[in-house]
């Protein structure tokens, strides 16, 4: 859900009464798309419009007054529109927030002076005074579109998915469960990078989140309600009742703290201490926070979560996170995906079972392993995106592009997938000439356009859109 700020745009001398049925047209297609609408009355402005300098003002009064509930805002064109109106309105509601232009489209068979609306020409010109003004600015597909048009409606979806990017990044509140494992210098982040872009990260030393744990007994109700949380989520049968109680009990100790820092996401030490020392694999407390749509990433991958809640966001649906893991076969545009898994079960052909860890097992004991989450991923068309802090020079960087999951013949091991991508390789060699990680964020969506202008436009990162 998203509430957008809405301009409609006027200029007297052109015919104003199209403002009256083009802003009840916009309205109502909003409605449609289940947007919420902060907008002037028809009784603060004529037909609710922006012209004048005083029409801004009282636009710009009433964006300030709900500007922490606007995620985004619609400039809408029934006629010319008064450049400078539309752009006094945004510049004195001190909003940053995406903006979309949409102008009406004339019809040919009514070009007379009483129905003429030269939107076209006035988007070229609200456009010109945004750069002018340094308003950061979203287009429609089409230069004119009429408000109920199917394009329109895509357009708008994409733009609420921009917003909801833009919006759930600058706030973003996210934790980090203990430091990185010491052979991964690939997850490495710059905490300073992402705090300039407004994402907060809070973080906690394993010993002090295990030192909560051990305060926790099995009689506690948050533990025993997590226990049955964790039995009606994914098939535990074989796995201990000891350790099904121990992962309970963690992931009550996870919750507690995420809730007194307010977090919204985390990603963990997930290897090997906490087999070691504690006896189980947290993977299935991660894929149930996924899943709920409260990203959470392995290997202690704080610039792969910020990936998953982008891609979170953008879709409305669980990411995972997971490893370009190994060629398929002689196909140049295929590939295997896989990780151990802490993958959320929406992303499974048949739900998914718990499970030991293996490749951990054959150090510390498979009987300390118990909590992954394996399984095959479905067929279907994903987005990917790839987020990582270049901090040598000094900025965010990104990749992304969609695919598609299929059914290939595959036996393994974890979580996998065997994924098809359009020219691969060329991917994987923009990839490695980057130094970008082998962690990826996998989301069955296609939401790659509105994340890429989320990330580029709005935040300020740089973007590689793959597309073949």
Known sequence: MVKLGLIIGNRGFFPDHLCDSGRKAVIETLKGEGIEIIALGTDATKFGAVETLADARKCAVLFKKHGDEIDGVLVTLPNFG???????????????????????????????????????????SVCNNFRQYGIKYSLTQRHTDGPNSDTFKKDLRKFSAVCRVVRDLRKARI????????????????????????????????????????????????????????????????????????????????????EENELSATAIQCWTAIQEFYGISPCVLMSM??????????????????????????????????????????????????????????VFESGGKLDLQDIIGKSVGN??????????????????????????????????????????KIETFGGYGVVEVPNFQKLLAYICDNGFEHHVVVNFSEVADAVEEALSKYMGWGVYHHEG
């Not at 489209?105 to 003429?116: G, N, S, V, W, Y």
């Not at 025993?224 to 009606?232: D, G, S, V, W």
């Not at 891609?311 to 370009?324: E, H, I, N, R, T």
Request: aromatic share 8%.
């Open 82 to 124: 008064d450049e400078k109106g539309v752009a006094n309105a945004l510049k004195f509601s001190g909003l940053n927030v995406p903006v979309m232009v949409h102008a009406f489209e004339d019809d040919a068979q009514k070009m007379t002076l009483q129905d003429r609306r030269d939107s076209f020409c006035g988007k070229i």
């Open 175 to 258: 934790g980090a469960i203990g430091t990185r494992p010491a052979a991964f210098n690939t997850v490495r982040y710059s905490e300073k990078l992402f705090e300039a872009s407004g994402i907060s990260v809070e973080p906690i030393d394993l010993f002090d989140l295990m030192g909560r744990v051990e305060q926790l007994t099995d009689k506690d109700s948050k533990v025993k309600q997590k226990l049955e949380t964790i039995r009606n989520y994914v098939d535990t049968k074989g796995a201990p009742d000891e350790s099904l109680i121990k992962l309970a009990r963690l992931g009550a100790g996870i919750d507690d703290w995420m």
């Open 289 to 346: 926070m996924s899943n709920k749509l409260m990203a959470s990433a392995c290997e202690t991958d704080i610039s792969g979560l910020v990936g998953m809640y982008a891609l979170q966001s953008a879709s409305g649906s669980p990411s995972a996170l997971v490893d370009w893991n190994n060629n398929y076969g002689q196909d140049d545009n295929k590939g295997v995906i896989f990780h151990c898994s802490n993958f959320p079960v929406e």
């Open 367 to 408: 009987e300390k392993t118990y909590g992954t989450v394996i399984g095959r991923v479905r067929p279907g068309n994903f987005t990917y995106c790839r987020v990582s802090t270049d901090d040598v020079n000094g900025r965010v960087v990104s990749y992304l592009g969609q695919g598609r999951f299929t059914d290939d």
